[in-house]
């Protein structure tokens, strides 16, 4: 999720697809595979605690009211750069007419460098969807039987995305050793150039005869992605080890391949807090690994250098999270450091270091202030970015704190015209979320917080960025509704489950009921209602500020759409409200 104080992001990615013929009443809808592969980019490339967080649109044909509509065009301006992918199946294809309009803006609209058209081929000829597309190298996914899962497909895809971050594709160097890592350093060199466009260094046959071993090596590695192959020998070889100190020294992106057979006499500590994959025999994971990665440091480097630009102390950014090995290099001696001199700030991708590895660190770093890039921006916004703050009193700035504010959030109807389906609405609320907990504001929400939806994010959130000097339930309030339905009744398990990070409070029945009705019933209904309605009364109450997002009102529980009730509650409070991009926000 992009900072929206930028007037532009540094990069999107759009996805067009068709989703097919209307569905007839009463019958579940089915997933076309160009609607399952326009999802899983938007969950690669966005979802996850590593994801790159690019920025991930969905224009769709829908059909709303029974008209079918189709995207009108797709805003570039939003972006600094755009990759533009067209999933091209049969749906798409015999809909090509209707979709020409918005085809024929993109043509229009589009700069080459700025801009890059992507056609996928998907049981259909992209080439013949449009004039647009006749001279475009396009993806041919036809033979592919589970697009979701395809990684040439997807790597194919972060390849054209990476080319839009980079000048030059990087190579990927190849650190393994020759006693038991060569079998697997083949397989992923021979996928490599058999089924990707990246290069690799590979010492055996890219070291010129007659050059020089160690500066053959480091030239290498300035401008690669490194990819060490983790076996029971790597540290048995010197050249490995220098390897990935040279890495470290240069700052360059990296990915840990774990192939483990038997043992290793010790870990390496040159390669902490670098990420880590698992080896199951198939190089084209681990290439798609390779790719999700250098788009992740790329993307997040861009994002830091469009956020600070024009501030007058730029902070440094490194690419991985900070530890002693990074801070030591070029550190003055500690007799010589002054603490009561402003500290640098450096920030790194998330996500964040824990409270106990931070406390290290200012003790052997005591002029430097670590930040993710999400507390950074977070404070940022603020305008609490002072680097004289006391981390001994305050490991970071806290303004909310002791602020109460409510988040409400449904799909809206309207989203698809603005790109958004679904499976956004978790990135939204999840980055609503983190950035007023990381300012210290405690965040009110009213449901069940199941754990395969919002709850288990906040959970996530708050264990990851809590205030070490806070209990979680500082930082998260939730409200459980009285429902008679057994379905969404949480029981005592599950409960204490939930008291672990949140201050969780049971509402009653808001009106004594015996014998208790059926939930289906008339009279269950109407219960179920007003229970909605006193949550939603009972959460304007304990907040300062609401915050609205969505607002679906096709189906709904309570006597009127949720979002539209809290919306009421707040006004009615006296919260004043103002209507931003279609959503009512506290202001």
């Known amino acids: 999720m992009a900072d929206m104080e930028s007037s532009a992001w540094p990069l999107a ?118 004039t647009l597309f006749s001279d475009i190298n396009h993806i041919d996914a036809s033979g592919s039987r589970d697009l979701r899962e395809d990684e040439g497909v997807f790597q194919a895809v972060y390849t054209a995305i990476l080319r839009q971050l980079v000048p030059n594709l990087p190579r990927v ?16 060199r021979r996928h490599l150039y058999e089924s990707s466009q990246l290069s690799c260094f590979f010492d055996m046959h890219d070291i010129p005869h007659g050059h020089r071993v160690k500066e053959s090596i480091e030239t290498s590695i300035d401008d690669a992605v490194v990819l060490v192959i983790w076996t029971d020998k790597l540290l048995v070889s010197p050249w490995c080890q220098m390897e990935v100190i040279e890495a ?106 824990r409270a106990h590895e931070l406390e ?60 958004l389906a679904a499976a956004h609405q978790s990135d939204i609320s999840f980055h609503v979320a983190l950035q007023l907990i990381l300012l210290g504001a405690k965040v009110h929400w009213g449901g069940d917080l199941r754990p395969d939806g919002f709850g288990s994010q906040l959970q996530w959130i708050v264990q990851a960025y809590q205030h070490p000097s806070r209990p979680p339930q500082d930082h998260v ?3 459980v509704p009285f429902t008679l339905s057994t379905e969404q009744r949480l029981d005592r398990t599950a ?27 008339t009279e269950g209904r109407a219960l179920n209602a007003l229970a909605l309605s006193e949550m939603r009364s009972e959460l304007a109450e304990l907040c300062q500020a609401r915050i609205l997002l969505g607002g679906g009102t096709a189906s709904f529980q309570g006597l009127y759409p949720g979002v539209a009730e809290e919306a009421f509650e707040a006004l009615r409070k006296g919260l004043s409200c103002c209507r931003f991009q279609g959503h009512l926000v506290k202001v």
């Open 248 to 353: 470290r020294k240069r700052q360059r992106p990296m990915l840990v391949l774990d192939a483990l057979v038997d043992r290793v006499p010790r870990l390496f500590p040159f390669l902490g807090n670098m990420p880590v994959i698992r080896w199951n025999g198939d190089p084209a994971p681990v290439v798609s690994a390779v790719l999700l990665e250098l788009i992740r440091t790329q993307h997040l480097e861009a994002v830091f250098k469009a956020r600070s630009a024009g501030l007058p102390e730029v902070p440094s950014f490194c690419l991985h999270p900070p530890d002693l090995l990074d801070n030591m290099w070029g550190q003055l001696p500690r007799a010589e450091r002054h603490v009561a001199q402003a500290r640098e700030i450096s920030v790194y991708p998330d996500p964040p270091l």
């Open 477 to 479: 309030a939730l409200l």
């Open 173 to 188: 160097f190849l650190c393994h050793a020759k006693a038991d890592g060569e079998p697997i350093a083949r397989a992923v």
């Open 495 to 521: 409960v204490s489950e939930r008291r672990r990070f949140a201050d969780v409070r049971v509402m009653p029945a808001p009106v004594p009921s015996t014998p208790a009705p059926e939930a289906r019933s």
């Open 360 to 419: 290290v660190l200012r003790e052997v770093v005591p002029e430097k202030h670590f930040l993710s890039l999400s507390e950074w921006q977070a404070l940022r916004a603020a305008g609490e970015l002072r680097s004289t703050w006391d981390e001994r009193v305050n490991l970071r700035p806290e303004p909310l704190r002791d602020f109460s504010l409510g988040v409400s959030l449904s799909e809206s109807e309207t989203w698809a015209e603005i790109g």
């Open 13 to 130: 990615v759009h996805v067009l697809y068709d989703e097919g013929a209307p569905t007839p009443p009463n019958e579940k809808r089915v997933e076309t595979p160009a609607e399952g592969f326009a999802l899983a980019v938007h969950s690669r490339l966005s979802a996850g605690e590593r994801a790159p967080h690019v920025p991930v649109r969905l224009w769709r044909s829908r059909t709303r009211d029974g008209v079918l509509t189709f995207p009108r065009r797709v805003p570039l301006e939003w972006a600094q750069k755009n990759v533009v992918i067209v999933a091209v199946d049969e749906n798409l294809f015999d809909q090509r007419v209707e979709w020409d309009k918005c085809i024929s803006a993109l043509a229009r609209e589009s700069t080459p460098g700025r801009d890059l058209i992507l056609p996928i081929s998907i049981r259909a000829d992209a080439s013949r969807v449009s």
